[in-house]
């Protein structure tokens, strides 16, 4: 096992740092993050595990990361503005503002030569509403399911499969006050490496043994939409409309999915990631309610004075045979609209990225990619830009929170219009997690083909993009392709 940094470099960090990051590494060929975060963190109160379910073919989603809460967690609900920080409750009206310049100022200034990649944070999830908070718009009454518009935890132990060296890593985000912190630690991680070698000496590194695999016994009763077809189709209309009369170009409209669900929810995390690997899935465990995702779609990662953001828009359903996913994927490719939606969509997060970004520097390093899941076939590109000096995780969330993808053209006025047509609140769909790091390192998602388990129920939204030609039983079907992955997880046998 190697250890970094070495006693020496440590106190001489000590200096200059609250924290430092103090890690164990060493080579985990063929590890199965999934069976060690199973092993290690399941059950644990407010644990997390991001995976990166095409880690080693996607240069995109390299690390595969996992965690638990030291006790300490922000939570908020709107529009009451009412939070609790570990028990105290406070109302105000920038709680939102303030509860991200906490967060923003755990963060160290400059890298590590020893560390290139998050090691520690904060780390939670914003839901969709939270982005009307940013734009002063209002919010309707929670509904069910009633979960928090904002849940972070801080996370000072982390562990970090990294796909491409196969090296796993153990790491403490040591605090520096103390004078035997480095001691403590080099025997915290040495416990760590013993546990490892024990637990996997006589079992392999992945989910191959039957005890891990899900429990295939329980499945959902049955799946409600809160649309009909042609409720659905209607509000597809009524947003033609207002691109008729010139208020949107583009908006996209979900339907929500809701059923009875008795099974286990790491089980369920579980099949959706064997059905449906995707590069920015996550498991999101906290006091009475889980988080489990499959999404392809990342909002905008940082790392250092990098920002870059990944956007989807643009899908065809795959094909029984190679043939007919062939014939599907250039048919996408060859569709006069969704070109012009992915180009719509490209611009809005150019535009987004403006905003932070140093002048001249934002740009599009891909364009128009496809990117192919189990169900789905998708249209990405890749936008990236520097960012000004001193820009906080706030002033970064504040210009690209919520995603265009998923709001429409221009962003605003389509949050209206959504908040309109759709029934219920969207609630963590559409909205993103991820983590603010203690170092230079921001990661989130969109929370798009995710599953929302809470008491024994089960919900999930699926949604398309209108544009002017857009025809609602075409966007209809294509809610019913995306919502296909999860369906069958949710109603499988077998």
Known sequence: MNIKPGRDQFFKLRQSRPRIPILGEERAPSLDPAHLYQCWFKNKPDSFLFESGQGQHNSSARYSIMGASNGQRTVANFPHKESSENGASSSSENELQKILDRMSSDQNVGALDYVNHFWGGWVGYLAYETGRIFENLPLKNAGEPNVPDVYFVQADRVIIYDHSTQILKYIIAAPTEKENQFQLCIDEIND?????????????????????????????SSLKSNLTQSEYEKI??????????????????????????????????????????????????????????????????????????????????????????????????????????????????????????????????????????????????????????????????????????????????????????????RGPYSGSFGYIGFGPYMDFNIVIRTILVKNGKAYFHVGAGIVADSIPEKEYQETLDKAAAMMQVLTSTG
């Not at 760590?192 to 499945?219: I, L, V």
Request: aromatic share 10%.
């Open 192 to 220: 760590f490496w013993k546990w490892f070698h024990e637990e996997f000496r006589n079992q392999p590194a992945s989910a191959s043994d039957e005890n891990f695999y899900p429990d295939e016994s329980s499945k959902i």
């Open 236 to 425: 597809v209309n009524r947003a033609k409309t207002y691109i008729a009369e010139g208020d949107i170009y583009q908006a996209n409209l979900a339907q929500r999915f809701q059923g009875d669900y008795p099974g286990d929810h790491f089980d369920l995390f579980l099949k959706l990631r064997g059905l449906n690997p995707s590069p920015f899935s996550g498991y999101l465990e906290f006091d009475d309610f889980a988080i489990v995702s499959s999404s392809p779609e990342r909002l905008f990662r940082v790392d250092g004075s990098d920002l870059e953001s990944r956007p989807i828009a643009g899908t065809r359903p795959r094909g029984a045979t190679p043939e007919a996913d062939q014939k599907l994927s250039s048919e996408l490719f060859l569709s006069a609209k969704e070109k012009a939606e992915h180009l719509m969509l490209v611009d809005l997060e150019r535009n987004d990225l403006g905003r932070v970004c140093r002048f001249g520097t934002v740009e599009v390093t891909e364009f128009m990619s496809l990117e192919q899941y189990s169900h789905v076939s998708h249209i990405v590109s890749n936008v990236k830009g520097l960012l000004k000096p001193q820009t906080t995780a706030a002033d970064i969330l504040k210009a690209l929170f919520p995603g265009g993808t998923i709001t429409g053209c221009p962003k605003i006025r389509c949050m209206e219009i959504i908040d309109e047509l759709e029934p219920h609140r």
